[in-house]
């Protein structure tokens, strides 16, 4: 019977042993050749005639003559060859060659390799080698382009895109502004490995918000060396007072007191979003608090005052502000503001008992928080703005903590996404509709702290305007709890999606299986087998992550297993924290 093609053709470890000690004596006499021919043609007399009996025997005359190689040759070929320094100058010029040619042919491949897509040949996906991810690495050309966003900022490193980690010994690097989405658990290097690298290196303003102490006592010190640090903390959190933001500030007409209104009532949305009729009440709310805004903000009274007036006190007092304000406006703007106001309050205390009071009910909710002396301070005045945040490389911290983060949420939504918007409007009135200097968004722990509402919209518009934004969850479960079903184009909406160790919501697990595709597999004992497939990342594969790593999907690239990039553990950031 003839054996099968692949039994006729396989070569034994003999073969094998011999094929590899031709190959290595082959190389032996060709670099010999090499490297005597250019000896004497660039310092003897011409490139000496060698034969390969005279190269054989060369071979082992050299290797007992190192000090100076031409003694290894017959006496016709070494009087026409240099002395030891020529020949070893000589060496020194083919290995350069040789390095810049390998490294050219390589560069070459990656770039082949990095442009044609995320499947292998046979149509199966794969992880990332090393050609596949050029366009995230650190490399100094990129350096240099970054230097041109940071000219504003200071001292620092310039850089380019997001520390997202290594592969292998390559630190990889988020393209220009990129969004980065993170899932991960407690203690799986979401902050130290991902907010904290980026936020001490970032070289522009930033906004960060986070409910664990940790994140800015690593940042803060380095944060304070490139610009002004304001830090947001109401209930006096931290070791240091809080500086202070007013929602009465923008409210001194109409549309700034609908805008302000409107901030703080997406987080009753964001809240009650799944609840039926939810989103009808916080919407009444965000009516019923403007013109109580809007009055404040105009008689100089305080936020304190807006929470009494919500609670039913001082109703009397309140009519005749707001009739006031019509009479002594000095212009005809300013009187239609006043009117308006007037009539949003003259057109709620009409309603219905029963309605009023569920109005009423959630707009005290929105605003429990400055029921407490603390919080009212933290409203005294206006330290942070967003023309102070963006002159510069400044800093803005939010801080809350996991037991009163959901009491402080209206407030601390109310904050960012004015600091947002004003972002915006400063991108969109400047050359090319984008900041001058790049603005981080870090948002660790989004699905505790300060879940905005329109992520999505932030997620798929903020590179456009030079605003690098980082949202950082637990898992796809926590982000269906704040976006329901939303969450998902919120996800999508981000580039860079990284998946960290330790993950158990299967869900997630299942969607980074299903992103990451499938590989096609061929038994290989039998050629005629048809071709398999299966997850190349499996959901419990993906739930046994090592610690310290993650699996980074960016984009159309293939996907790629990643060591963070741990501050602790790297000496530049070490020192900076």
């Known amino acids: 019977m003839t054996p099968p093609a692949a039994e006729r053709t396989r070569i034994g470890p003999f073969e094998v042993l011999l094929l590899a000690g031709v190959a290595i004596l082959a190389v032996l006499e060709g670099g010999l050749w090499m490297w005597t021919g250019t000896a004497g043609a660039l310092f003897g007399s011409g490139w000496p005639h060698l034969t390969l009996a005279a190269l054989w025997h060369a071979t082992a005359g050299v290797a007992r003559h190192l000090s100076d190689p031409r003694r290894g040759f017959s006496q016709p070929v070494r009087a026409g060859l240099p002395g030891p320094a020529a020949f070893y100058a000589t060496l020194l010029l083919l290995a350069t060659l040789a390095g810049l040619i390998t490294a050219g042919a390589i560069s070459v491949w990656e770039r082949h390799r990095s442009v044609s897509g995320g499947r292998s040949k046979d149509g199966g996906a794969r992880w990332a080698g090393a050609g596949d991810l050029v366009r995230l690495r650190h490399t100094r050309r990129r350096r240099r382009g970054a230097s041109r966003d940071a000219a504003k900022t200071g001292p620092g ?310 605003i690098q934004l980082v949202s950082i969850f637990h898992d796809i479960a926590q982000a269906r709890t704040r976006y329901h079903d939303q969450a998902l184009t919120v996800i999508n909406n981000h580039r860079a999606r990284m998946l960290l160790s330790g993950v158990a919501d299967i869900e997630t697990l299942k969607y980074f299986s299903e992103l990451v595709g499938e590989e096609e597999v061929k038994d290989r004992s039998d050629p005629d087998a048809p071709v398999r497939r299966r997850p190349l990342a499996p959901p419990d594969q993906l739930r046994q992550i090592k610690p310290q790593h993650g699996l980074l999907v960016y984009g159309s690239l293939r996907p790629a297993q990643v060591r963070l990039r741990l501050y602790f553990n790297d000496r530049k950031l070490k020192n900076a924290a």
């Open 157 to 466: 490193p310039a850089v380019l895109g997001l520390s997202l980690g290594h592969q292998g010994l390559r630190l990889l690097r988020a393209e220009e502004r990129h969004a980065l989405i993170v899932f991960g658990p407690a203690q799986s290097g979401k902050s130290a490995g991902i907010a904290i690298p980026n936020i001490l290196e970032w070289p522009g303003p930033a906004i960060v918000v986070s409910i664990k102490p940790d994140l800015l006592d690593a940042t803060i010190a380095a944060r304070r060396q490139r610009g002004e640090v304001h830090v947001f903390d109401p209930f006096a959190l931290w070791d240091q007072p809080s500086h202070t933001w007013s929602p009465l500030a923008s409210a001194r007409t109409w549309n700034g007191a609908l805008e302000t209104a409107q901030r703080i009532a997406s987080a009753g949305e964001i809240d009650t979003g799944s609840v039926k009729g939810g989103s009808f009440w916080s919407q009444a709310a965000e009516q019923r608090l403007a013109p109580l805004l809007y009055a404040a903000a105009r008689t100089g009274r305080g936020i304190g005052e807006v929470v009494q007036w919500i609670y039913g006190q001082g109703g009397g007092e309140l009519d005749r502000l707001i009739h006031r304000l019509i009479d002594t406006s000095r212009g005809e703007h300013e009187r239609a503001d006043a009117q308006h106001a007037y009539d949003a309050h003259l057109a709620f205390t009409q309603l219905a008992g029963e309605t009023r009071g569920s109005i009423e009910g959630t707009a005290q909710i929105l605003l429990s928080a400055y029921r407490s002396p603390t919080v009212v301070r933290s409203a005294a005045g206006n330290q942070i703005t967003a023309p102070r945040l963006l002159d510069g490389a400044n800093t803005v911290y939010l801080i809350s903590d996991s037991r009163r983060s959901k009491l402080l949420r209206p407030i601390l939504i109310g904050l960012l996404t004015e600091l947002l918007d004003r972002a915006y409007e400063t991108a969109n009135g400047s050359p090319n509709r984008r900041l001058p200097s790049p603005l981080l968004v870090c948002l660790d722990e989004l699905g505790n702290a300060v879940p905005i509402p329109n992520l999505a919209e932030i997620a798929s518009t903020a590179a456009s305007h030079n």
